[in-house]
């Protein structure tokens, strides 16, 4: 595997949760665990974005993104990456098409909170995505409900498990989704930049 690209060998399931991470705080760390307990994988790879496709913002540098996610999540079963700028992809579907011919036989599934959900539809080949790679949706305060009407839920809807099934995602062929409801943790990255620069030392 090329410097700097996480390793995993076949056989292996991986969690991906792709995010601007500006910062990473203790609401990704929740889902993380809850994906690693509830789905049962063996490792999640953070995939610290570029920059989100749908957001004008420009996010903090890279190396100030990295460290705080670090400081965060610091469990030998996560990986903290900048997989994206190295692969040179932006969007979600393009970097799942790359991770799948550059890990054969890992199985990943997609991880994200229901906001996300909402706006699924949005994205570039999401349905290429829901298709192609199982996907793993978290309860969040404010979009629990929503994502019960996105339109990705609903277009999807007979292929969605239970979640007290979620074990089964990584070994589904897909399309498979599926919600969990876990415990939520009302914190963003939104409302912390809302109190000010976070970057140590800034
Ligand atoms: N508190 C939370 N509960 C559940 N999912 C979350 C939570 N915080 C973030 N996520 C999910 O983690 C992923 C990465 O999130 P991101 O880095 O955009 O953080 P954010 O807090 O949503 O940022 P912002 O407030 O800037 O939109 C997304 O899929 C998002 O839905
Ligand atoms: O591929 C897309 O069109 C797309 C549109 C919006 C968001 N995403 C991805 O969704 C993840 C969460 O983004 P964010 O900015 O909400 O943290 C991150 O990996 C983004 O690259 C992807």
Redesign the pocket.
Known sequence: MRAGFPTAVAGQTIGL??????P?????A??TREAIKRIGLDRVWWLV?PG?PL?A?Q?APMADRIAQARAVMDDPRVVISDLEARLGTRFTAQTLRRLKALYPGVRFVW???????VQFDRWQDWEWIMRNVPVGV????G?RLAARGARAAEEYDRFRLPGEAARLLPGLHPPVWCFLD?P??????????ERGDWRQGA
């Open positions: 949760l792709g995010g601007s991470f500006d990473a705080h203790a609401g990704h929740h889902i974005s989100n957001k913002r996010p991880l994200m909170g229901a906001d996300n959900l978290f309860a969040r305060p979009a876990v939520m943790v009302d914190i963003s990255s939104s409302a912390i930049r």
